[in-house]
T-cell receptor
Framework: DADVTQTPRNRITKTGKRIMLECSQTKGHDRMYWYRQDPGLGLRLIYYSFDVKDINKGEISDGYSVSRQAQAKFSLSLESAIPNQTALYFC?????????????FGPGTRLTVL | AQSVTQLDSQVPVFEEAPVELRCNYSSSVSVYLFWYVQYPNQGLQLLLKYLSGSTLVESINGFEAEFNKSQTSFHLRKPSVHISDTAEYFCAVRLLTGGGNKLTFGTGTQLKVEL
């Protein structure tokens, strides 16, 4: 079984719709991250969380919100989706006890906003 | 703020030929350096990392990277590539102090190995 899972894996939605992407991990890591990947732009950090009560904005948080429901779950919401949020979204985890030096990535969610 | 530059967006190479993927970074403080690989339709996997010690680091599948502080580079090399190395490669940096564990990624280099 995968250690970091993301649901859904693919989603097509319309402009203005609210959508939630979910991430779960069984690695027991304390830190979780959301990135988006766009061709030619690499990965950019949207939000990150160091524990359930600690949520921080990344470099491109506008238009997104997150919820850390438990240590193992970190969801990303688009309150009103727009076409330029079409991208590949990745969740990642790391562990403070291991120095936090390696991030472990989920398989990604491909989101298309029409 | 730190930044990462991968000048080559695509690198085509024949099987069994050597390859070098370039990575340069900019930071006002010391950094940790990473190479991640993304195979088609998959998430990113850590390939190798430089934290301290020897400036030459190696992966289990034959890649190596050398940290050059004076040139602020961390180029990835492999002396003989295989078809299975076809993937996108991302260089990333993390600040030693401050900034949490946030990674800053380069824009990626698509390595295409041809027969």
């Amino acid at each position: 079984d995968a250690d970091v899972t993301q649901t859904p894996r693919n989603r097509i939605t319309k402009t203005g719709k609210r959508i939630m992407l979910e991430c779960s991990q069984t690695k027991g890591h304390d830190r979780m991250y959301w990135y988006r990947q766009d061709p030619g732009l690499g990965l950019r950090l949207i939000y990150y969380s160091f524990d359930v009560k600690d949520i921080n904005k990344g470099e491109i948080s506008d238009g997104y919100s997150v919820s850390r429901q438990a240590q193992a779950k970190f969801s990303l919401s688009l309150e009103s989706a727009i076409p330029n949020q079409t991208a590949l979204y990745f969740c990642a985890t790391s562990d403070f006890r291991l120095g936090g030096n390696e991030q472990f990535f989920g398989p990604g969610t491909r989101l298309t906003v029409l | 703020a730190q930044s990462v530059t991968q000048l080559d967006s695509q690198v085509p190479v024949f099987e069994e030929a050597p390859v070098e993927l370039r990575c340069n970074y900019s930071s006002s403080v010391s950094v940790y350096l990473f190479w991640y690989v993304q195979y088609p339709n998959q998430g990113l996997q850590l390939l190798l990392k430089y934290l301290s010690g020897s400036t030459l680091v190696e992966s289990i599948n034959g890649f190596e990277a050398e940290f050059n502080k004076s040139q602020t580079s961390f180029h990835l090399r492999k002396p003989s590539v295989h078809i299975s190395d076809t993937a996108e490669y991302f260089c990333a940096v993390r600040l030693l102090t401050g900034g949490g564990n946030k990674l800053t990624f380069g824009t990626g280099t698509q390595l295409k190995v041809e027969l």
